[in-house]
């Protein structure tokens, strides 16, 4: 039986672009807006490679006019009742279901995506998203009392899912209480100012949404722009990890959801029709330009024949031509640049000993297109299994063993999702906990909702869209904002440095051996060691610094830790599985006894602390770090995630993950009680931690190690660097072992802290530079700390027959 075509009428869609006059400005404070260079740029019909209309190309004035009208437009819309706000989002969702087939006729025509994907996947969804968040908004102020909105909002959206991206982002962000500046791919900017036009119909307040269109440089100069108080960005890790470079020396928050190449896993009891549905959703699902496409196919050797000719059976039956035909499964590749990076890429792939398998396929004359492609013998290391190809084509590989399967599913830079495909739904429950992935799908693939939170581990990205979590992006803790900012500290302040580290030579005399410190220790009070892997270690740099008292006295000293010792450090980190692999429960009981034996030897320890920071402050700082160590120890086994019952006949059971090794910067004022507010929640939900202490006080070690020596605490759980805080950061920041870098000194740490852990994108946790208060529990305790140690894993599991 042959299809004959069934084409969509464009005629709506191409008089609402006449209406227009072919030609579009920027959307800022509820009006059009002239680009201010008088610059505009063509897009184009993807499938046949014609001009649908002329679009402004943004400059820095035109961001900037837009930035000024969300700015003036903030405190009004953040100041609206909930339910006020709740009803403009829910005027958006209706807007947007009445327009529904306009958007997706619109949507396809830019983008070249299959007009039965546009019209029953990406518009619903889009719809669902302003549901859903109407629904927040309502809900905001009984759900997060002491949250305010972040402010105004820059967001930067890719071109693969033009108004399902704008929605993801704009949703939250209006719901919280935020204005926004949005622009859109350069290659697909139609649907946002369609949609710019239903924020005129649903009497949206000017300047809450702003729309500014054009390229890279448009949202280079929106990502600079000294009033934006947040960015979201979802596209390329390389563009992603330039946007956290230039974010690293502002204030501004910043998420980022990122490339992937994510695995299907195949076990050979999965029911392979079923399977191979999948796959196709998986890859061929909007031609592949999906960031979470299913681009490595993973098999059991047992399976793997009989798999690869089903599938390829399959592919020979996916019509691939003009989008606009309802009977189509492949559309038209994005823009010429894209076509043209997926042939170099299968091509390199195929230099690299892959087997390339194609359908017979007639492609249409006119437009980019790729037909559907499976590579199989490729090798893990080859580029195909490693980098995001963002087109129609499938990397296959077989695995033996389950734990196989993990190691090679984890053996990219990315982590955003994840198939598994069996049967056994322990199997596939057992390989889902074990995968790096943000979301992983349970025998069924891209599934998606408002209620689930979407994003990346590793070099994915950080931050969620969807969920509870994802509101959090959009919102900062209301003491937060106010609070002051601390006074930048100075290495060696405080202490006087006995040589300099990693400088034998002119360290020289000046330095003095530990050992010999050890020896004649008789003037002086105290010296401690590291705190690696459980043991207690020399310094590397065989040096150490004097710590002196609030009157100049010489209390004792404490290494002078290095490069070395950090990177030590991190492998007694990344083995401590005693650690990671403990219960919750377990977590508890290590934590309550930490605090026990803290209580004991409280006496001796807020007398020797007494010398830098007053009887008082030591006092309290001892009595109320008991106190957070039990606080933790209680949240250890409670702070869990969530079961959502998406739209759909599955279950998504969100999971509070650990991060992995955390480095963590101590705050030098409150040098105990700072050190457990910030080590204890990393530990308490699972991390391994690279602790420096506060420069002010680094003799803190040697009572910290000791108590944790005495409480059950597996070694290399929490590991203590003493040392100068500056050059230990680098170091940490810079290791690619390390997963997440929390900083809590100056706002010059919190700077280096961002902008020296650009390479693998690690998650950075940092007070800004801002002053906390320690002593007080309602600020420096709980649920901000617990969620910035965890990360939400969704792993969306079916019922039903
Ligand atoms: P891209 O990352 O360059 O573009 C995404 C968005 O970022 C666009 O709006 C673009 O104008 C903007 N942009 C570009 N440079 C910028 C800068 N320096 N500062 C601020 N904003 C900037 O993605 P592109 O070039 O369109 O595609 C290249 C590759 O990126 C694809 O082949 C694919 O591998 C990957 N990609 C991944 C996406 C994902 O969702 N994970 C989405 C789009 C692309």
Not at 6 to 13: M, R, S
Not at 309 to 316: D, F, L, N
Not at 658 to 666: E, K, P, S
Request: aromatic content about 8%.
């Amino acid at each position: 039986m042959e299809y004959g075509p069934a084409p969509e009428d464009p005629k709506e869609a191409s008089a609402w672009l006449d209406r227009h006059g072919r030609r579009f400005g920027h959307f800022v404070n509820g009006a059009w807006l002239a680009p201010a260079t008088g610059e505009y740029f063509e897009t184009i019909d993807p499938s046949n490679g014609e001009k649908l209309a002329s679009v402004a190309q943004g400059s820095a004035t035109d961001i900037d006019a837009a930035v000024t009208a969300a700015r003036a437009a903030a405190a009004e819309w953040a100041a609206l009742a909930p339910h006020s706000r709740a009803r403009y989002l829910y005027a958006l969702a209706r807007l947007v279901q009445k327009h529904s087939r306009l958007l997706a006729v619109l949507e396809t025509m830019d983008n070249g995506k299959p007009i039965r994907e546009s019209r029953d996947i990406d518009i619903p969804l889009v719809a669902r998203h302003f549901y859903h968040h109407a629904g927040w908004a309502h809900l905001l102020g009984q759900e997060f009392p002491e949250y305010v909105p972040c402010g105004v909002v820059g967001q930067i959206i890719p071109w693969n899912f033009p108004l399902l991206m704008l929605a993801w982002k704009i949703a939250p962000a209006l719901a919280t209480g935020n204005t926004v500046v949005l622009k859109p791919a350069e290659f697909t900017p139609l649907t946002a100012l369609l949609f710019a036009e239903l924020c005129q119909e649903a009497e949206l307040p000017a300047g809450v949404v702003n729309i500014v269109t054009g390229d890279g440089r448009t949202g280079e100069a929106l990502v600079k722009h000294p009033d934006v108080d947040k960015i979201a960005f979802t596209g390329s890790t390389e563009v992603g990890r330039a946007i956290r470079a230039a974010t690293a020396i502002s204030h501004k928050r910043l998420s980022l959801e990122l490339g992937g190449k994510s695995p299907s896993i195949v076990f050979e009891d999965a029911d392979l029709d079923s399977t191979v549905e999948g796959l196709v959703d998986g890859i061929w699902f909007n031609q592949g330009q999906v960031c979470c496409a299913g681009s490595r196919l993973l098999m059991q050797e047992s399976i793997a024949e009989a798999l690869i000719a089903k599938v390829q059976q399959r592919m020979s039956t996916l019509r691939i031509g003009a989008p606009l035909d309802k009977a189509i499964d492949i559309g038209a590749i994005v823009a010429r640049v894209q076509l043209d990076r997926i042939h170099k890429l299968v091509d390199q792939g195929v230099a690299e000993g892959a087997t390339c398998w194609q359908p017979q396929v007639t492609l249409p004359a006119r437009g980019f297109y790729y037909p559907p492609t499976l590579l199989s013998n490729v090798h893990p290391t080859s580029i195909v299994a490693q980098q995001e190809i963002f087109g129609p084509v499938l990397a296959a590989m077989t695995f033996r063993t389950p734990s196989e399967a993990v190691d090679l599913a984890n053996n990219t830079a990315y982590g955003l999702a994840a198939c598994a495909w069996s049967e056994s739904v322990n199997v596939a429950l057992h390989v889902a906990a074990q995968l790096k992935a943000g979301v992983v799908w349970v025998n069924c693939t891209n599934m998606f909702d408002a209620a689930c939170g979407f994003g990346g581990y590793r070099e994915s990205g950080y931050g969620r869209e969807g969920g509870r979590e994802g509101l959090l992006e959009y919102m900062e803790q209301a003491w937060f904002k106010k609070a002051p900012m601390l006074k930048p500290e100075v290495s060696g302040l405080g202490s006087q440095v006995a040589g300099k580290p990693d400088d034998v030579t002119s360290a020289g005399k000046a330095g003095r051996d530990a050992d010999s410190l050890t020896d004649s220790s008789s003037a002086i009070d105290r010296t401690v060691k590291l705190y690696i892997g459980g043991k207690q270690a020399r310094p590397d740099s065989g040096y150490s610094m004097e710590v002196r008292g609030s009157d100049g006295r010489l209390l004792g000293e404490a290494p002078l830790g290095n490069r070395k010792d950090i990177r030590n450090a991190v492998e007694a980190a990344r083995k401590a599985s005693a650690w990671t692999k403990a219960t919750a429960h377990n977590r508890a009981q290590v934590l309550y006894y930490c605090a026990e034996n803290l209580s004991q030897r409280r006496a001796e320890i807020a007398q020797r602390l007494a010398a830098v920071v007053g009887d008082k402050q030591a006092a309290a700082e001892v009595e109320l770090g008991i106190q957070r160590i039990f606080s933790y120890a209680a949240w250890a086994d409670k702070f869990d995630g969530a079961v959502h019952n998406p739209p759909f006949r599955n279950i998504a059971i969100a999971m509070n993950e650990a991060i992995g090794t955390v480095g963590v910067i101590c705050p030098r004022e409150a040098p105990l009680l700072g050190f457990l507010s910030v080590v204890m929640p990393a530990l308490a939900m699972g991390n391994t931690v690279i602790a420096v202490p506060s420069e002010a006080y680094p003799l803190i070690a040697g009572d910290l190690y000791q108590v944790f020596d005495t409480s059950d605490l597996p070694g290399g759980a929490v590991n203590i660097v003493t040392g100068y805080v500056s050059q230990l950061l680098k170091t940490l920041a810079e290791h690619d072992d390390v997963d997440a870098i929390w900083s809590f000194a100056d706002e010059a740490s919190a700077a280096s802290a961002k902008a020296m852990s650009v390479g693998n994108l690690k998650q950075v946790f940092t007070n800004e530079g801002r002053a906390i208060d320690w002593f007080d529990s309602k600020v420096a305790e709980g649920r901000w700390f617990l969620e910035h140690a965890v990360q939400v894993k969704n792993i969306w599991v079916p019922y039903g027959e």
